[in-house]
T-cell receptor, first 115, second 114 residues
């Protein structure tokens, strides 16, 4: 069990550029979640997958955001035409269906800074 | 919609003291779960303790315990014999039964001083 892995750890980009983050969940976990955490706030739910199916999306996930989990393993979160308001930490978490209450594990996040 | 409120942005205590972090929440649901998460400088959210709303008994995990008051919609965390390693941001969180998303409070920054 190597934990939830997120890459890169930090990303600095210029406004208007596209960025992509990657999350590798714990290997046997079939559920994967994305959260966004802005400075001084708690994380906010963005979306979650069960296997490769994206089952829920928050209204926070504007049309500039797209998340995929093509083979039900790792996931990517892409932000197109980044804005300064996108600066935040993006957290990924994973769990086994039916055990989210008991065994939800978070990664260390990707810190995005949009200049 | 559910909301979670942590009214203490920062707290500071001496090592070995006991500290209580406050959390209130608002929901119309009857079945739900409550959590306390710790976020150290490493940024990884770590589960400290959890409570099922249907259980009247307060959850305990070693030095960590909660005071769950369902009618008052209050869920405080008590840390006994605090240690330097307890220094972190602490987040209270809510999850409706059957849902998949956590709703977090704003956090409390706890500092344990030597």
């Amino acid at each position: 069990d190597t934990g939830v892995s997120q890459n890169p750890r930090h990303k600095i980009t210029k406004r208007g550029q596209n960025v992509t983050f990657r999350c590798d969940p714990i290997s046997e976990h079939n559920r994967l979640y994305w959260y966004r955490q802005t400075l001084g706030q708690g994380p906010e739910f963005l979306t979650y997958f069960q296997n490769e199916a994206q089952l829920e999306k928050s209204r926070l996930l504007s049309d500039r955001f797209s998340a995929e989990r093509p083979k039900g393993s790792f996931s990517t979160l892409e932000i197109q035409r980044t804005e300064q308001g996108d600066s935040a930490m993006y957290l990924c978490a994973s769990s086994l269906a039916g055990y989210t209450y008991e065994k939800l594990f978070f990664g260390s996040g990707t810190q995005l800074s949009v200049l | 919609a559910q909301t979670v409120t942590q009214s203490q942005p920062e707290m500071s205590v001496q090592e070995a003291e006991t500290v209580t972090l406050s959390c209130t929440y608002d929901t119309s649901e009857n079945n739900y779960y409550l959590f306390w998460y710790k976020q150290p400088p490493s940024r990884q959210m770590i589960l400290v303790i959890r409570q099922e709303a249907y259980k009247q008994q307060n959850a305990t995990e070693n030095r960590f315990s909660v005071n769950f008051q369902k009618a008052a919609k209050s869920f405080s965390l008590k840390i006994s014999d605090s240690q330097l390693g307890d220094t972190a941001m602490y987040f209270c969180a809510f999850m409706k039964q059957g849902a998949q998303k956590l709703v977090f409070g704003q956090g409390t920054r706890l500092t344990i001083n030597p």
